[in-house]
């Protein structure tokens, strides 16, 4: 990891907590799956307030786009509800992705599936909400 440890800003530390809350007898095994990664890594997350997360860490509502090994490249936004769709450019962070992402930072290598399918990329760049608001998706 970038910075040592998983980093999260106050804000969507308390949306995640309330997810998790909400979320907590899903019967869909493979949302049961990212919901109790996601409970794993905001316990482990240094939460901090919004001005000292730097700019490079996934958040809700994040643009992230990530560099698989073959070199492609696919780019989304980080949703803190269910609905997410790679297709239309969103995840969810309840999802086995979503999970995944929250609280890592740019250059980050992720790993996740089973060992048979085991899929690898890394994170090459993240846009922030605050900046996706004022139009300045760089």
Do not use: W
């Not at 890394?122 to 998706?137: E, F, M, N």
């Amino acid at each position: 990891m970038k910075y040592g440890s998983l980093i999260m800003e106050k804000k969507d530390y308390v949306t995640l907590k309330r997810i998790l809350n909400f979320h907590r007898y899903y019967d869909d095994y493979a949302h049961q799956d990212a919901l109790e990664q996601l409970a794993e890594r905001i316990e482990k997350a240094l939460v901090e307030d919004a001005n000292d997360v730097p700019d490079d860490v996934v958040r809700l509502n994040s643009k992230v786009t990530v560099e698989f090994i073959n070199g492609s490249r696919q780019t989304f936004q980080l949703l803190p509800s269910t609905k997410g769709n790679t297709k239309e450019g969103t995840v969810s962070v309840v999802s086995v992705l979503g999970a995944n992402l929250v609280g890592l930072a740019v250059d980050d290598q992720v790993k996740m599936g089973n060992p048979s399918d085991m899929k690898s990329f890394r994170i090459v760049k993240v846009t922030p909400s605050h900046q996706l608001a004022c139009g300045l998706d760089l």
